[in-house]
């Protein structure tokens, strides 16, 4: 068994707005059976930050969260902009968020957010020796309580349930591996 | 600072079918602005198993994902279907997918897909003692290669960016913590 892409005979935007565009497609499966409606999210570019302190503290963004009406726990993170490069995006949204600037930014690694009915792309950093350089530059919708923990205490809210944004988990995963704890 | 709820003043669902669905609310911020077109999408449950084998071995699939028009390597995973349990899909999704049954079922996690644009819950579940018991169930728009790893085959791929889908890596960071790779 090898597999197939799907060959796509037919494609439109049926729901835009700012904010959410929905795609249909008119598909070919491998087997040749023809499917007119499987519907992708296109979506603008994503990024993520496992951001410690100059003293190995993780950021984390304490923040109400309205698709789930629920209080989280994330990373910094945000959308990148038309025209900006991922890692222009993930200072502004460091600095923006938390007022912390990085002494150095690597790249993690690249995923999906939900391939199956998205084509959103995430590029993931590490950023380390985070200084504060400024203050939050938040908005209304976006009210954000910093929190900084050790590692131990991040470990411990994971196995505590207490960190339940997907993105955030992913992010972790990448982060613990770049700093040997995985 | 205290982090407060939005408070919704109206709501309507602006675009609907058996796969996507999005809700359009109108909200109150905390800071007393109103927002008319905050946009969610409302999603059925989802389930995910970081499934192991009887010999210990991680059960991926390998399938073709059109939102992003890309080969992935995910965990088994599925949608809860009306009036299911969590636990009796993961366990009908692993049979449907891989064929195998899981010796024991425990629940990890609970956490959400997308908390700023959706409502998504995701049960996520240890399965162990993993046995073939029947074929693999696919349809055309589900053809999964299956690819049985070690945890060390497993941290390799998560090293070389081969694992990019992000729930899969959200269920591998609970995953490893479960069986102490953490």
Same mark, same amino acid.
């Given at each position: 068994m090898t597999l197939k892409k799907w060959k796509v005979l037919a494609?439109?935007?049926v729901?835009?707005?700012p904010w959410i565009?929905?795609? +249909?497609d008119k598909v070919k499966l491998p087997d040749g059976t023809v499917r007119k409606d499987y519907f992708v999210r296109e979506t603008k570019r994503v990024v993520y930050a496992f951001a410690l302190t100059e003293d190995n503290k993780v950021i984390?963004?304490? +923040?109400y969260k309205h698709g789930v009406a629920d209080f989280l726990k994330e990373i910094p993170a945000g959308i990148v902009e038309d025209g900006e490069r991922p890692e222009a995006a993930i200072?502004?949204?460091?600095?923006?968020?938390?007022?912390?600037a990085p002494k150095r930014l690597k790249l993690l690694a690249q995923f999906y957010g939900d391939p199956t009915g998205s084509n959103t792309r995430i590029w993931c950093y590490l950023a380390t020796g985070c200084k504060k350089v400024a203050e939050q530059q938040t908005n209304p919708t976006e009210i954000i309580?910093?929190?900084?923990v050790t590692i131990?205490?991040?470990k411990q809210y994971l196995k505590q349930g207490k960190i339940n944004s997907q993105g955030t988990l992913a992010a972790i995963l990448h982060g613990l591996a770049a700093i040997g704890e995985l």
């Open positions: 494609s439109k935007i729901f835009e707005n565009r929905v795609r +249909q984390l963004n304490n +923040q200072k502004r949204e460091l600095l923006e968020e938390t007022g912390y309580e910093l929190e900084f131990a205490k991040l």
